[in-house]
């Protein structure tokens, strides 16, 4: 990524004082992603980009990693009856939004993540690196058309 992007942006005429880049900085679709910087008197939906919600939290649990076991989890059946209930129903744009949920539900997508980390004292620690996924999306082109 060129710095003259960074630097055409902090010479944009609403752009409030600094224009930041984070570490996961690379080529977006106007604003570079991973760019950060406060407008003055606009909202600029690009600016956010379509995965409006992404960012990072890092949080200490008070768990010993030690005292973790495995767990079986089930195989998605209720998950399955209750979108097997919805797709029965009359309102197709609801089942339309329902089928292409149901292959997301449980992915991160892109560079995005769930990390279990143990600490120097044995606690456990998860970090989340998400975003909005496709409503982020809907609500950028909203905004934009």
Known sequence: M?????????????????????PDTHAGKGMPIGGVFAAKDVVIPNAVGTNIGCGMVFTAANVKVADIREIQTGNGTIIQS????????????LMEAV?????????????????????????????????????????????NT
């Open 2 to 22: 060129r710095i003259s992007v960074w630097y055409h942006l902090s010479q944009l005429p609403f752009v409030h004082k600094w224009v930041c880049l984070m």
């Open 99 to 143: 089928e292409e949920g149901y292959y997301q539900i449980g992915t991160l997508g892109g560079n995005h993540f769930i990390e279990l980390q143990e600490d120097e004292e044995g606690y456990l620690c998860i970090m989340i690196h998400s975003g909005g996924k496709n409503l982020g999306v809907g609500i950028c082109e909203h905004f």
């Open 82 to 93: 209750v979108i097997g209930d919805l797709m029965r129903g009359e309102d197709t744009e």
